[in-house]
């Protein structure tokens, strides 16, 4: 009686026509928003690959890397960007506190493994970079270009172009401008004794933007 009740109760639904082991399939089809979901999908697919990877009014990955990194510099320098690279640029970073501890952080990263991390020298690597004495420079500009260029037929590695940009060279030149006179216990000296560096700059105005 159950099952006629239960028959009775399906007769307006239509049916598949099949049936297995005795039991009857409905003709349930599946839902018209499945098949717009899944077309839409597929037709999606289509439309991200042409525009973002084949039209050209979309960055590429390796542009929209390089743009972030630009605004990240833009955040991250801001008014030392503004100084033109050369000594001023050096002591104003050697008279700013903050930026002379980001110099300790690019030194410690690209230049410990041959002077240690306080500047000390490590023994046929690196000299001493707390004395008075120096083999390939007299100045501060000839730091920035023993920085960025190298030395010694590569024995001081270039450190410009992909490893450190323009700020980054002027952030290391300042702090190891700053070590001299420390004279912490190390490599012996080795080179000349050069004359004393300028002053920082501590009392420069703020920089502001063209325009």
């Known amino acids: 009686m159950a099952d006629h009740q239960h028959d009775d109760q399906h007769d307006d639904v239509e049916m598949s026509g099949h049936m297995y082991d005795g039991i009857r399939e409905y003709d349930n089809p599946i839902p018209g928003w499945w098949h717009a979901l899944f077309y839409g999908g597929v037709l999606f697919s289509f439309l991200y690959v042409a525009v973002v990877h084949l039209s050209p009014l979309w960055p590429t990955r390796e542009?929209?890397?390089l743009a972030a990194e630009e605004r990240a510099l833009e955040i991250q320098f801001a008014e030392l960007r503004l100084?033109?690279?050369?000594?001023?640029?050096?002591?104003?970073i050697m008279g700013e506190p903050k930026w002379l501890d980001m110099g300790a952080s690019v030194f410690t990263a690209n230049c410990a493994l041959c002077h240690k991390a306080d500047g000390s020298g490590m023994s046929g690597l690196g000299p001493n970079m707390t004395d008075d004495f120096y083999k390939n420079i007299t100045d501060i500009d000839g730091m920035l270009d023993v920085i960025t260029n190298g030395a010694n037929n590569g024995a001081m590695p270039p450190k410009g172009g992909a490893q450190l940009n323009d700020n980054e060279i002027a952030l290391v030149a300042a702090y190891v401008a700053s070590l001299r006179g420390k004279n912490l216990p190390g490599e012996p000296p080795d080179g000349e004794q050069i004359p004393p560096f300028p002053e920082p700059i501590t009392d420069a105005a703020p920089l502001q933007p063209e325009g």
């Open 63 to 65: 542009q929209a890397y």
């Open 83 to 92: 100084i033109d690279m050369g000594e001023e640029k050096v002591l104003r």
